[in-house]
């Protein structure tokens, strides 16, 4: 008998080069579904299509993942799940770091999630993709007072809750934190603690 020492290697590279392409084809017609039920307000099936089409995707399909990731985010936003919307906007990034549909995306999200900071670094890096992007450019200028404003209203929340803490503490003695007042020295701009009894 004639055993044949030919290689096989070529016909598994293209068994396997097929394989990728069905499963290409299948994504793609679970992608286009998806997208036909959320134009047709059909959020949580198209969600469920997107879904998957990213179990069937493989890591060679980085592009598409990321896309069906942004894809799955919109619905989730649509559904005011902002949370799951921000994570996927975090994988679609993760696989495009230019992709400025999810980076936009993630910064409205981010926004609703009172993510300030974050939203703001978001659209920067959408004008850094396209200068001239209008919602960007919007929140570039808007955010950085919304995000002094969250600060101070932070740091009042802190302050009231020391302030608490401390009359617990003082409430033995007969005394409360009113009986402590703050004075700023103007040499220096720092901080004394004067106590008044009579508070």
Do not use: W
């Not at 134009?39 to 990213?54: F, V």
């Not at 896309?67 to 936003?77: D, E, G, I, P």
């Not at 910064?107 to 974050?118: F, I, S, T």
Request: overall charge negative; hydrophobic content about 30%.
């Amino acid at each position: 008998a004639v055993v044949s020492t030919r290689s096989t290697g070529s016909s598994g590279i293209n068994a396997e080069y097929g394989e990728l392409e069905e499963i290409k084809s299948q994504v793609i017609s679970l992608k286009e579904l998806g997208n036909s039920l959320y134009r047709s307000g059909h959020s949580y099936g198209a969600m469920a299509e997107y879904s998957k089409a990213l179990e069937l995707c493989r890591k060679q399909l980085d592009e598409t993942r990321s896309v069906l990731h942004a894809n799955r985010a919109a619905c989730h936003v649509s559904c005011s799940e902002f949370k799951e919307a921000e994570e996927d906007c975090d994988s679609a990034i993760k696989l495009n770091s230019k992709y400025l549909k999810a980076l936009l995306r993630r910064g409205q999200v981010r926004e609703k999630l009172e993510k300030l900071a974050p939203a703001l670094e978001d659209y920067k890096s959408v004008l850094e993709l396209d200068p001239r992007n209008g919602p960007a450019l919007e929140a570039a200028r808007r955010l950085p007072r919304e995000i002094e404003v969250q600060q101070e209203k932070m740091k009042e929340e802190c302050v009231e809750k020391l302030k608490d803490l401390g009359n617990l503490v003082l409430k033995p003695f007969g005394l409360s934190t009113d009986n402590f007042k703050m004075v700023q020295n103007p040499e220096t701009g720092g901080y004394n603690i004067q106590f008044d009894q009579n508070r």
